[in-house]
């Protein structure tokens, strides 16, 4: 007889079992039982140990059933991008991002024209580096769609979702998160990501320069950003 194996679960924490988040998360259950999970970077640094400032929560609800679950629980709703699926909810002065599984429809490397799905690997697909694809169930399983995800959270990996050169033409922007990423993150950049970068770097010029500067910001925060800028610099 073959024994299962164990699911991956993220270590047990104060904010996964903090009163105010299971209050979100009961809600969005409540309505869609099985269609929530924390997403992104809140599992990617409870996978590296490093604390957790913010929760982000996606869900196969739509913003309108979102809003609607959140009002049923008497919890406070705000529609902060609700043209892309988010909707923040508050409790306890603690905001809560909540964003409904999306897929690209249009992408011209500035903004993206969305389609909300209920499918997990269609969202995952459209995020950055794996191990930003990183999902968690509510009792902690984690779900990795794209493949790769924990393993270079446990590694420090920064590594595009499948062709490097297509993410960053979706969103050009990404070309800094990368280097903003590894400054945070990484254990050693990715050649083939940053050879990706250099390529596409002229598309940079076509990002708002508010944008550009809150994401240097970003990486010059990091505790040790020269590799990353030099790295920067030189591609």
């Known amino acids: 007889m073959t024994t299962r194996p164990k699911p991956l679960k993220i270590p047990t924490a104060d904010w996964l079992i903090a009163a105010s988040t299971r ?17 992104g970077g809140c599992v990617r640094n409870a996978i590296m140990g ?5 929760i982000d929560i996606a869900t196969q609800l739509t913003p ?13 709703a705000i529609p902060t991008g609700i043209e892309h699926g988010t909707i923040t909810a508050i409790v306890d ?7 409904s599984l999306r897929r690209d429809v249009e992408t ?27 999902y968690a169930a ?49 254990a050693g950049i ?15 010029a076509k990002i708002a320069k508010e944008r550009i500067w809150k994401e240097l910001k970003k990486l010059f925060a990091a505790p040790q950003p020269g590799p990353a800028l030099t790295a920067m610099g030189e591609s």
């Open 64 to 76: 309108e059933e979102t809003l609607s679950a959140l009002k049923a629980a008497n919890i406070r």
């Open 23 to 39: 209050a979100v998360i009961d809600a969005l259950e409540a309505a869609r039982p099985g269609g929530a999970r924390f997403v």
């Open 93 to 99: 002065h603690e905001p809560f991002e909540i964003t």
């Open 108 to 134: 011209d490397g500035r903004r993206a024209v969305v389609a909300f799905t209920n499918d997990w690997a269609e969202d995952a697909q459209r995020r950055d580096f794996r191990l930003n694809a990183l």
């Open 50 to 54: 490093r604390p957790v400032d913010d």
């Open 190 to 204: 990715d050649a083939d990501g940053l050879a990706a970068c250099q390529r596409q770097r002229q598309g940079l």
């Open 138 to 186: 509510p009792d902690g399983e984690i779900f990795d769609p794209v493949g790769g995800g924990y393993e270079d959270a446990l590694a420090g990996r920064v590594i595009f979702i499948g062709n490097a050169d297509e993410r960053l033409r979706e969103d050009y922007l990404r070309i800094l998160r990368f280097f903003r990423f590894n400054a945070w993150y990484g």
